[in-house]
């Protein structure tokens, strides 16, 4: 179901001012057409808003087709009323302004179908709607046949039904039937509602709220009338008029702003990730290049030296030999500091060798399980660097804490999401959810890559980390 926005603009506002000029027209009726018109007043300009500060936005569509069909039904009742009475072209004036009016029910429904973001909740949904709006416009043909008056919208005075069929005189009511459709699309916004995000739960609460003070106030218009008197019943509708475009269009635009800020934070942290991996392969590469390398030199010159010494000085060469074994022991101690910030095969290699080669080094009997189309693929480096280090972080905790020597490592990827998953059958622990240094480190690195970590744990039966990274577009 489509309800065209933009193009309705001008002829909205040109009902709009129709309907302003009612005083001029019927002044013994303006009281009544400008009080029917606030609700369409309303929803006009929240639309209106909506689109110059949300461009293209669904809802801001909806809200406009609700306002300027209703307006373009009350424009026709008012024009009607001026026609001459029991004519065929006031019959036909008067149909069309119930079917526009009618449908301005279904674009609510609609619209609150849509709610908040624009799209349906549910694929199936655009089915009703369709349904909802024929059903509408027959319903509303039968009513305005089996009318013996000409109908009006707005009740005013009209003379006989040319049209009139006698057999349809006991559906001359069913015109009301059009009030079910935004009562249909409440019980959708809060179906809706159950399983929504934070986000938007907080920018449906008022729209649900207005939106059912507003349909009670409709199916019990007469009897609120009765009740309360004409005075406070048209206070109370006018304030439903201004309270629900209102808080249909402060919550499009605070959460359209929430998304926008959440969309701003993901892609700075996205960049925050990305530079802290290029710093880490930055200090790898001078660790490997400088430091490294010069102590390498410096060995080769003490071997140097020993070997020019000969059998001549036995204590200058044993000094020299401890110099040399302490200076393979810095150099081993900064390739193994190299690998932890950023080993050079996980650049080089990717992330499948990287593993390998990191379970290789370990005291551990790990069995690695890896999907063939994470086997040819490369993934972006901060995926990388966070599934490497959900692996290391992993099987170190398994070797210091878990009192076992096997762990199970697996990496898949499907529907654009790498999940790394690492398990040991240990003596596990009480609260995953208790901060720990190390997993809190680690969730901090997944979630700089727009990932979640989950750990399960329970004393007696081992503990499983499982990290889920989003990777579309990995080659």
């Excluded at 909506?50 to 809200?63: C, E, T």
């Excluded at 043909?141 to 005013?156: C, M």
Aim: aromatic content about 6%; glycine content about 10%; some cysteine.
């Amino acid at each position: 179901m489509s309800f065209p926005g933009g193009p309705w603009m001008l002829p909205g506002a040109a009902c709009a001012f129709a309907v302003l000029l009612s005083p001029a027209v019927l002044p013994d009726q303006a009281g009544r057409v400008l009080t029917a018109a606030a609700l369409p007043f309303g929803f006009y300009a929240a639309g209106a808003t909506a689109r110059a500060l949300r461009p293209g936005h669904p809802v801001a569509d909806r809200l406009l087709a609700v306002g300027v069909l209703h307006l373009a039904g009350i424009a026709g009742a008012v024009a009607g009323a001026r026609l001459p009475g029991g004519s065929w072209p006031a019959a036909t004036v008067g149909w069309v302004s119930a079917v526009l009016f009618a449908s301005g029910f279904v674009a609510l429904l609609d619209l609150l179908a849509r709610y908040p973001t624009g799209q349906y909740a549910w694929a199936w949904v655009a089915g009703p709607v369709r349904v909802a709006a024929v059903a509408t416009a027959i319903v509303t043909t039968v009513a305005v046949l089996g009318s013996p008056r000409i109908v009006s919208v707005l009740e005013l005075p009209t003379g006989p039904n040319p049209a009139h069929l006698a057999a349809l005189a006991s559906a001359s009511g069913a015109f009301l039937v059009a009030l079910a459709a935004p009562l249909l699309g409440l019980g959708l916004l809060l179906a809706r509602y159950r399983g929504a995000s934070v986000l938007d739960r907080g920018q449906m609460r008022w729209p649900i709220v207005t939106t059912a003070v507003l349909v009670a106030g409709l199916v019990s218009t007469g009897l609120a009338e009765r009740v309360l008197g004409p005075e406070v019943q048209t206070a109370l509708f006018v304030g439903a008029a201004t309270a629900v475009p209102a808080s249909f269009l402060i919550g499009l635009l605070r959460r359209t702003e929430e998304a926008d800020r959440l969309a701003a934070v993901e892609e700075s942290r996205a960049r925050i990730a990305q530079v802290a991996v290029s710093e880490r392969r930055r200090i790898e590469r001078d660790l490997h290049d400088g430091a490294q390398q010069q102590l390498l030199a410096l060995l080769a010159r003490v071997e140097l030296a020993r070997a020019r010494l000969g059998e001549g000085d036995e204590a200058v060469e044993r000094e020299l030999g401890a110099i040399g074994e302490a200076i393979g022991s810095v150099h081993r101690d900064l390739r193994e500091l190299a690998r932890g910030i950023h080993p050079a095969v996980l650049t080089d290699c990717g992330l499948v060798e990287a593993v390998r080669s990191a379970l290789a080094r370990l005291p551990l009997d790990t069995r690695l399980d890896v999907s063939p189309d994470v086997e040819r693929s490369r993934f972006g480096e901060p995926v990388e660097a966070a599934a490497y280090f959900l692996v290391l972080e992993g099987v170190t905790n398994v070797l210091k804490h878990a009192d076992t020597a096997d762990a199970h490592v697996s990496i898949t990827a499907a529907g654009g999401l790498l999940t790394v998953t690492v398990r040991d059958p240990g003596r596990g622990f009480a609260d995953p959810r208790e901060p720990r240094g190390g997993l809190t480190g680690l969730r901090d690195r997944l979630a700089a890559a727009g990932g979640v970590l989950e750990v399960t744990s329970r004393p007696g039966y081992g503990t499983t980390l499982r990290g889920v990274l989003p990777v579309a577009g990995h080659v």
